[in-house]
C-alpha cells in the first residue's frame, strides 16, 4: 500500500469518474440495495457466487484495496472488480466464510454492494456484437495497411517504369490479402443490407454493401486481365473507417445499456418478511407474495405496495407523490414501494396481484406515454434516406452515359460507376456522427452528466420549452430551517439537543442548522407525533403542534412547521422550507434568457408551488398535478409543436419523463425515473441541465458542420468520378482526407464552453 | 524485384502477428475492464492469484 498515498495525492481520482458513479448516488440515499443473502447462489461444487454492482468504486485505489483484502479473507475464493463497468464478482466457500462477514469487511473499506441476479439481467455477458465489430476492424485494419503498402508501390510504378508482370504480381498479392478480409470484414455490412433489403426497404448499409462488393468483384476481374487500376485498397478503406463508426456508436450502446443494468440492479430490494410462526426470513422482492407481512425497519425503503398491519410511523413519499411533507402512517393506511420509513418500525401486508402495484401502473402509463420518443428518427437514418437513392442513381447514370453516350465499353464503364459508389459512400457520414457524440458524452461525464444514447444529445439540442418538476429537482427535496417564531435565544439549541437523537429529516435540518453540541439523554420518539425528553426535571417536547401543546395562533405558512414546548411555557414554531438548489435561480433565468419556455409542474400543494415558482421567477406553474395530469400538460404543448425538455426525480414523475421529446433526471431520482430519463445528473446544482443543453447545441453544430464538410468532399468528388477521372489514388486521398477531416472536427466538442 | 518474394511474405508475418496477439487479447478478455486494469498496475500489492476470479 506504499504507492497509495502519493497516487491519492496526485489527484488521479479526478480521471475516473465513469458513468456508475452518476447513478450510483440514487441507491445510496433511498437503499443500501437489496440483502445479499437472498442473492448468493450455491453452485454444486459447493462454492458460493455473488454478482454485485458497487456503487462507491471512485477511486483508482479501490480496486487492488477491494480485491487484496477479500484475497488475505479466509475462505474467499475469488473476488474480480471490474472498474469499467463497476461491479464486482464474489466466489466463497460457504462453510468457512459467511457472506456477511464479506460484505461488513467491504463495509470497512468504504463500500457497499447492491447483489443482482447475474442469470436474469445476463449480467457478465460479453457484448458479443461489441466485441464481433472489434475483431471485424482489427482484420480490415490489418489487410487495409498491407494493402495499401502493395499499392503505393502500384501507384509509383504507374508513374515510372513498373512492367505489367511485377504490376500483375502485385495486384495479385493485394487480391489475395483483400479478398478474405473483405469478405470477414465486411459481414456486418452485408447481413444489415441483405435484412434491409428482404425486409423491401433500403439503408445506408445497402449502397456500402453494393460499392464493395460490385468493388471488388471488379477489381478481381481486372487483375486476371492484367489491368492497370483496382480498387482493392479503397473497398478495404471503405470497410476500415465505416467500422471504426460503427464501433463508436455500439461502445456508445453498451455503456448506456451496463448502466441501465445497474440501475436495475440498484432497484432489486429485499424484502424481511415475517412467517407465520413469527419467523422472520430474507427475501428477494421476486418472491414476495401478496399477503405476505413484511417489516420494515426505521430509516428503510418499504419494498412492497401494502396495508400497514402494526406500528405508527411517518413516511417520505416525495419520491411517489412529490409531495414534500412527510405523511403520518397508522395501522389500515396504505403504503407504496418506494416510500421511505421515516419515525419507527412498521410491518405491511403485501397488497393484491402484482399488476396492481402503483409501480405497475406507473410503467404501463410509461409505455403508452413512450411512443412519441420511439418515433424519433436519428439524424443519420434522415440523411441517409435521401443520400442511398441518390448514390443509386447517380452510379446508375454514370455507368449508362458512359455506355451509350461516351463510347466507352462495358468494362471500363462499369469502372466509372465503381469509381462513383465508392468516393460516394458514405465513410465521413459514418464517422460524423458517432464521432461527435463519443466526445460530448465523454465531456458531460466528465461534469457529472450522464447521457444515455446518442440521439438524447439530437433531441436535446432541439428543444424549446422546459418543463421542471419540483420537489427534489428544482429544490434539493430535504427540509431546511427557514425560521424561528417566537421563544428565547436559546430555542434552537434546546431543539437541536433533542433532535440530534433523531433520524428524521426534520430533526436533521435542525441539527443541521444548530451545528455541533451536546445531545440529550433519554429522548423518547413517539412515532408520528414527534420527540420527547425530560431535561432539567422539566418535560420538553418537539414536535407537532396539536401534540406539544400551548401553540399559540400564527400566520399561515407554506411549506413544513414543527414546536418546541418546554413545561408549561408557550411552544416556539420552527418554519421548514424544501431549499431551492443553489444555482435553480440563475439556470432558470439564464434558460429564459435564451428563449426557451420555463414551465413548473408539480403534485405538491399550490401555495408551495406559488411560493416556489415566484421565487425563482417562473410565471407558468401547476401544482397538485397528477401522473396523468402531468402527461397531459406535455401532450398539450407537443400538440401545439412544442418540443419539451421534462426534468423530473419523481416516480410520479416517470411517464411524464417518457412522454417528453427528452428528458433528464438528478442521480437522486426514483430508479424508474433515471431509466426512463435520457440524461442523468448528479451534484446538488442544476447546472447540468443548462450545460447538456449547451454541449448537445455544440454537438448538433459540429455534427451539421461534419455532414456538409463530407457533402462538400462529395460535391468536388463525384463530378470527377463520372468524368472518369478519378483512379484508386485518388478515391485513397479523399476518402483519407474527409475522414479525418471529419474527426478531427468532432474533436472540437471537448474544446471550450 | 525478386526481393519481392520473401519481402512480402515477411510484412504480412509481421503484421500477422500483430493482428493474433490483438484477437488473443480479444479473447482473453482483456478489453472488458481498461480501467481497472490501469489501477491495478499501480499498486505493490498487487496479486496475479486473483486473476482466477472468474470462472
Same mark, same amino acid.
Given at each position: ?19 456508475? $458513479? ?114 471485424? &476492424? ?74 464493395? $462488393? ?18 482493392? #485498397? ?7 473507417? &465505416? ?30 418478511? +415475517? ?9 428477494? +422482492? ?68 402484482? $399488476? ?31 443520400? !442511398? ?120 435540518? +435542525? !441539527? ?42 400564527? !400566520? ?26 443553489? #444555482? ?170 | ?55
Amino acid at each position: 500500500m506504499t504507492l497509495q498515498a502519493p497516487i491519492d495525492d496526485a489527484g488521479l481520482d479526478a480521471g475516473c469518474c465513469t458513468f456508475g $458513479s452518476l447513478v450510483a448516488p440514487a441507491a445510496r440515499s433511498v437503499a443500501a440495495g437489496a440483502d445479499p443473502r437472498a442473492y448468493a447462489v450455491v453452485g454444486a461444487d459447493g462454492i458460493a457466487r455473488l454478482d454485485a454492482v458497487v456503487e462507491t468504486l471512485d477511486c483508482p485505489s479501490c480496486v487492488p484495496s477491494i480485491e487484496g483484502t477479500l484475497a488475505r479473507l479466509e475462505g474467499v475464493l475469488g473476488a474480480r472488480v471490474n472498474a469499467g463497468q463497476r461491479r464486482i464478482h464474489l466466489e466463497w466457500d460457504p462453510a468457512r466464510v459467511d457472506v456477511e462477514r464479506i460484505v461488513a469487511v467491504l463495509g470497512d473499506l468504504g463500500h457497499r454492494i447492491a447483489p443482482y441476479d447475474a442469470a436474469r439481467l445476463g449480467g457478465r455477458e460479453v457484448d458479443e456484437v461489441g466485441q464481433g465489430l472489434l475483431r471485424a &476492424l482489427a482484420v480490415a485494419g490489418f489487410a487495409f495497411a498491407n494493402v495499401m503498402l502493395v499499392s503505393v508501390a502500384v501507384w509509383a510504378g504507374l508513374a515510372q517504369d513498373m512492367g505489367p508482370g511485377t504490376r500483375a504480381f502485385l495486384h495479385w498479392v493485394s487480391a489475395l490479402i483483400a479478398m478474405p478480409a473483405i469478405v470477414y470484414a465486411g459481414r456486418p455490412f452485408f447481413r444489415s443490407a441483405l435484412g434491409a433489403l428482404r425486409a423491401g426497404t433500403s439503408n445506408m448499409d445497402v449502397p456500402i454493401a453494393i460499392g464493395v $462488393s460490385l468493388a471488388t468483384a471488379m477489381s478481381l476481374f481486372e487483375t486476371t486481365r492484367n489491368g492497370e487500376h483496382v480498387y482493392f #485498397d479503397a473497398a478495404l478503406g471503405l470497410l476500415f473507417f &465505416l467500422l471504426i463508426g460503427r464501433f463508436l456508436d455500439r461502445s456508445l450502446r453498451g455503456r448506456a445499456f451496463a448502466a441501465a443494468q445497474n440501475l436495475l440492479a440498484l432497484r432489486a430490494v429485499s424484502a424481511l418478511v +415475517i412467517g407465520a410462526d413469527g419467523n422472520t426470513e430474507v427475501r428477494a +422482492i421476486e418472491a414476495v407474495r401478496p399477503g405476505d407481512r413484511v417489516a420494515v425497519a426505521t430509516g428503510e425503503t418499504v419494498p412492497v405496495d401494502g396495508h400497514v398491519v402494526a406500528g405508527r410511523s411517518e413516511v417520505d413519499a416525495s419520491l411517489v407523490t412529490g409531495e414534500s411533507l412527510p405523511q403520518a402512517v397508522a395501522p389500515g393506511d396504505l403504503v407504496h414501494a418506494g416510500t421511505v420509513n421515516l419515525a419507527a418500525p412498521i410491518e405491511v401486508e403485501t397488497a393484491a396481484a402484482g $399488476s396492481q402495484t402503483l409501480l405497475a401502473e406507473i410503467a404501463a402509463m410509461m409505455d403508452r406515454a413512450g411512443q412519441a420518443k420511439a418515433r424519433y428518427v436519428r439524424l443519420a437514418d434522415r440523411i441517409s434516406r435521401v443520400y !442511398a437513392p441518390v448514390i443509386h442513381a447517380l452510379a446508375l447514370a454514370a455507368f449508362a452515359g458512359w455506355m451509350t453516350l461516351g463510347g466507352a465499353d462495358w468494362r471500363a464503364s462499369l469502372m466509372i460507376a465503381v469509381a462513383v459508389l465508392i468516393v460516394t459512400c458514405p465513410c465521413a457520414l459514418g464517422l460524423a456522427v458517432p464521432a461527435v457524440q463519443v466526445g460530448a458524452v465523454g465531456r458531460l461525464l466528465k461534469r457529472g452528466a450522464y447521457v444515455k444514447s446518442g440521439d438524447a444529445l439530437e433531441r436535446l439540442a432541439r428543444i424549446d420549452t422546459v418543463v421542471f418538476d419540483k420537489t427534489g429537482t428544482l429544490t434539493l427535496g430535504r427540509p431546511r430551517l427557514d425560521g424561528i417564531d417566537g421563544g428565547a435565544g436559546d430555542a434552537l439549541a434546546l431543539a437541536a439537543t433533542l433532535a440530534r437523537r433523531s433520524t428524521h429529516p426534520l430533526s436533521r435540518a +435542525i !441539527a443541521a442548522a444548530a451545528g455541533d453540541g451536546a445531545a440529550a439523554e433519554g429522548v423518547h420518539e413517539e412515532p408520528g407525533l414527534g420527540l420527547e425528553a425530560v431535561i432539567g426535571g422539566e418535560r420538553v417536547r418537539l414536535g407537532r403542534g396539536d401534540w406539544v401543546g400551548g401553540a399559540a395562533p400564527a !400566520a399561515a405558512h407554506a411549506g413544513t412547521e414543527i414546536w418546541l414546548r418546554r413545561g408549561e411555557a408557550p411552544a416556539v414554531r420552527f418554519r421548514f422550507v424544501d431549499a431551492p438548489r443553489p #444555482d435553480a435561480a440563475e439556470v432558470v433565468a439564464t434558460l429564459k434568457e435564451r428563449g426557451l419556455r420555463v414551465i413548473l409542474l408539480s403534485g405538491d400543494r399550490r401555495p408551495v408551488v406559488d411560493a416556489l415558482a415566484d421565487q425563482l421567477g417562473i410565471a407558468e406553474r401547476e401544482g397538485e398535478c397528477l401522473p396523468s395530469g402531468k402527461i397531459a400538460v406535455l401532450q398539450r404543448l407537443a400538440a401545439e409543436g412544442r418540443r419539451v425538455a421534462m426534468v423530473g426525480d419523481g416516480l410520479n414523475d416517470a411517464p411524464a419523463l417518457a412522454a417528453a421529446f427528452v428528458s433528464l433526471s438528478p442521480s437522486t431520482a426514483a430508479d424508474v425515473s433515471q431509466t426512463a430519463a435520457d440524461v442523468v445528473f448528479r451534484g446538488d446544482a442544476l447546472a447540468p441541465v443548462l450545460e447538456c443543453w449547451e454541449v448537445a447545441r455544440k454537438a448538433d453544430a459540429l455534427v451539421r458542420q461534419n455532414v456538409t464538410l463530407a457533402l462538400g468532399y462529395n460535391l468536388i468528388a463525384v463530378p470527377l468520378a463520372i468524368a472518369g477521372l478519378v483512379t484508386p489514388l485518388i478515391a485513397a486521398i479523399v476518402m483519407s482526407a474527409s475522414s479525418l477531416a471529419v474527426t478531427g472536427n468532432a474533436l472540437r466538442v471537448q474544446r471550450g464552453r | 524485384m525478386a526481393a519481392l518474394v520473401y519481402l512480402i511474405p515477411a510484412a504480412l508475418l509481421l503484421g500477422g502477428f500483430g493482428l493474433v496477439c490483438f484477437l488473443w487479447a480479444l479473447r482473453t478478455r482483456q478489453f472488458e475492464d481498461l480501467d481497472g486494469a490501469a489501477w491495478r498496475a499501480l499498486h505493490d500489492d498487487h496479486d496475479d492469484r486473483l486473476k482466477d476470479g472468474r470462472d
